[in-house]
């Protein structure tokens, strides 16, 4: 009778222990692109994020409590991502998730924004940052309508021509590659730049050599790219074999340390829009980074979209620590928290971070790089109006 009665005691003792340390951890979706269309930059991003929340695990997590991460490779499907989200909410309890691509996070905002879930998606679509429409959905850094505006600003500021500057746009037919151009063609309108071709290139890109014959019989003075860094390279190797003389800007997944490593000399002269420091960059929140790096992947190599991801683990760590603080630590107490962040400092790494119950434009500021020599060699910042017309596009 008593071996029972101490047997049902250490059961409960047991089962005590179990639910405290349950308590202790707070769940994280973690939904990636590793194998698919992206993966060029899924990857880094994903381990940008990863190494993120290690680290602050390392340090005592948030409010002592640990971060537990559930890392899904979903490849780029969007089915794939529907079935991950479901598994997330319904069956592993998390929190939020950090989610990856536009198509995906698109097809799920009205899920998301009735479940009540937080989701920061490697997208940087101006389409998700109108809370009054997506009221859950968060990102780390200016939109890519907001670059592309950025990149028209630019040729404005340095068109020497008398006739105005003609640019063309060069994007995949996907949510990623769609987001920012119709964003484009009006600002490009305002500033009177004259928009003279669009080309949808394919996805994944292998050879574009007809798409950029089609573009050059429009002979545009710039061209704006839309696609992630892989088929930039393969674009900007084609341009060069073709002798296109059109200056070529990038987006922000474009814009990246691989680029002329995997372009060479095509990359030279090829500017682009960087939402995030390059890696190694002198900001003071790039110390962790490289120290982390020294300690635990010595042999990695890095770049602006592994920063972009630890980044991200930054921010929405802090979103939780506020909820958690306030005893809020549900899906609607970590947006609560997230818009309370006002110029949140992520040491240089981003521009600061600003949400509010009406903006969910984290930034507006971008900074413009050009490939010289090989490397990614800062231009300047570029900072776009918060005009309200423009929330949501």
């Given at each position: ?85 479901k598994k997330f909410v319904e069956s592993d309890k998390v929190v939020m ?297």
């Open positions: 009778m008593k071996f029972g009665k101490t047997l049902a005691s250490l059961a409960a003792v047991l089962a005590c222990a179990s639910t405290s340390l349950a308590a202790e951890t707070i769940k994280v979706g973690g939904l990636w692109d590793l194998t698919g269309v992206t993966a060029d930059v899924g990857k880094p991003f994903a381990d940008g994020v990863q190494d993120a929340i290690a680290s602050i695990n390392a340090k005592g997590g948030v409010n002592g409590k640990k971060i537990e991460l559930i890392n899904v490779d979903y490849a780029y499907k969007i089915p794939q991502a529907t079935a991950t989200y998730i950090n989610g990856w691509g536009t198509g995906d996070t698109e097809a799920l905002k009205e899920t998301i924004a009735k479940d009540k879930v937080p989701y920061f998606s490697a997208s940087f679509s101006g389409h998700l940052t109108d809370p009054a429409k997506t009221p859950y959905n968060f990102f780390v850094g200016a939109s890519y309508s907001d670059q592309i505006r950025g990149f028209l600003d630019f040729v404005k500021k340095n068109w020497k021509g008398k006739a105005p500057a003609k640019v063309a746009f060069i994007y995949p037919n996907h949510g990623f590659g769609k987001a920012p151009i119709e964003a484009g063609k009006q600002y490009a309108k305002e500033l009177g730049i004259e928009l003279v071709h669009e080309e949808i290139i394919p996805a994944p890109v292998q050879d574009v050599t007809s798409n950029l014959l089609s573009m050059q019989k429009k002979n545009p003075d710039y061209a704006y790219v839309q696609t992630t860094v892989a088929p930039c390279a393969n674009l900007l190797k084609d341009a060069k074999k073709l002798g296109i003389k059109t200056i070529f800007f990038l987006g922000n997944y474009g814009m990246t340390e691989a680029l002329p490593k995997l372009a060479g000399d095509a990359a030279e002269g090829v500017y682009g829009m960087a939402t995030h420091a390059a890696y190694g960059e002198n900001v003071k929140g790039m110390k962790a980074l490289l120290d982390w790096n020294k300690k635990n992947s010595p042999k990695a190599e890095r770049d602006t979209v592994y920063v972009r991801g630890w980044a991200y683990g930054l921010v929405w760590a802090e979103g939780l620590r506020i909820a958690d603080k306030n005893k809020q630590l549900t899906g609607e107490g970590v947006k609560n928290a997230l818009e309370t962040l006002k110029n949140f400092d992520t040491g240089g790494l981003v521009p600061p971070i600003t949400y509010t119950a009406a903006d969910h434009r984290g930034t507006t500021k971008t900074t413009i790089y050009v490939i010289k020599k090989g490397k990614m060699t800062k231009v300047g910042d570029q900072e776009t109006p918060r005009k309200k017309e423009w929330l949501g596009l």
